[in-house]
């Protein structure tokens, strides 16, 4: 089968879960939550995630995210740069209500498949695709960004995959994501300490490709990214990627219920409740 055909491949119980109009925007007139914009000097796209304060990864995001890619790839855009619109926060993960407390059986399971949704989309997409981590990036937003083929961020933010401490185990394609970026080894030890690098530490590693001081710098090292495919096909660049990412996503196209139902279980022992809890609560703490 080839590559766009299996990316349309969902199973009838995936299907009904994703195309369900259950759990629209409440509101019509309700604020975007993913906003695009064209570079007109280079004609690359840029979609910034727009759910203050914190962007915080909700039902809702993911489904405007997985419109807004739908329409890049019928446009054909030269390349895309994924960034925050947020102060200082580039993506803060899973939005925690959407697990915590005890989460609607429902609505998790439409939650799950659209972040796989999001992952299939971004992950194996036909364009380039550059993320600017102008924020900190734990977690989920950590996922966004390795979905990118190619990392740019700012000093002295924050990004890590810290769902251990949190009680959450990563689903093996969050895993496989991660070893695509780096070294196995380096993977589970970022994954079981879950530790979160600064920028620095993030470049020492690889986890990230360049370090900028500014939007304007972010740009200009986006668009050095993009001008290596110049010279080549666009559908021979396209298909490379596919071929190289297609393992793991047909992987989790094969195995999509599955993948949530066993997510929604681990999220509903009592004690992963409890930690998420406790740490849902140090969040708010904080501040006070
Ligand atoms: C290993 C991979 C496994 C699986 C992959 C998929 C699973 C992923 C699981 C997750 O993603 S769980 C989420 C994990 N996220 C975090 O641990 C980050 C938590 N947030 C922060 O550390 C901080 O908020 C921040 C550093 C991102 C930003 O700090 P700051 O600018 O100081 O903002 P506040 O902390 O004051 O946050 C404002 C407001 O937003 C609430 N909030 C923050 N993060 C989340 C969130 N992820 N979900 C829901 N709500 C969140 C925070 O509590 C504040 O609320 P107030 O009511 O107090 O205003």
Not at 11 to 40: E, I, M, N, P, Y
Request: aromatic share 10%; glycine share 4%; net charge positive.
């Amino acid at each position: 089968m080839n590559f766009s055909r299996l990316l349309k491949t969902t199973s009838a119980l995936t299907s009904r879960w994703l195309c369900s109009g259950r759990f629209q925007s409440t509101s019509a007139a309700a604020q975007k939550l993913v906003d695009v914009s064209v570079d007109s000097k280079t004609g690359v796209s840029i979609v910034s995630l727009n759910r203050k304060p914190v962007n915080s990864l909700s039902l809702e995001l993911f489904k405007e995210f997985c419109g807004v890619m739908d329409d890049l790839e019928s446009e054909k855009v030269r390349g895309m740069i994924l960034k925050s619109s947020c102060d200082n926060v580039f993506s803060s993960g899973l939005d925690i209500t959407e697990l915590y407390p005890h989460p609607d059986e429902d609505r998790f399971h439409a939650f799950w498949l659209w972040f796989q949704e999001t992952w299939i989309k971004l992950y194996g997409s036909s364009f380039p695709t550059v993320a600017f981590i102008n924020g900190h990036a734990p977690a989920g937003g950590c996922v966004l960004a390795i979905s990118c083929e190619y990392r740019i961020m700012l000093p002295y933010y924050k990004i890590g995959l810290n769902e251990a401490p949190v009680g959450i185990v990563a689903p093996d394609w969050v895993v496989n994501s991660l070893k695509s970026v780096l070294a196995s080894r380096k993977a589970e030890q970022l994954l079981t300490s879950g530790r979160l690098l600064d920028t620095q530490e993030a470049f020492d590693i690889g986890l990230i490709d360049k370090i900028v001081n500014n939007e304007e710098e972010a740009l200009a090292r986006s668009e050095e990214f993009f001008s290596t495919f110049d010279n080549v096909p666009k559908l021979a660049r396209a298909l490379t990627k596919q071929q190289v990412r297609k393992n793991e996503i047909s992987k989790l196209i094969k195995n999509r219920s599955n993948d949530a139902k066993l997510f929604l279980n681990h999220i509903l022992r009592p004690e992963t409740q409890k930690i998420i809890g406790s740490y849902f609560k140090s969040l708010k703490d904080r501040k006070k």
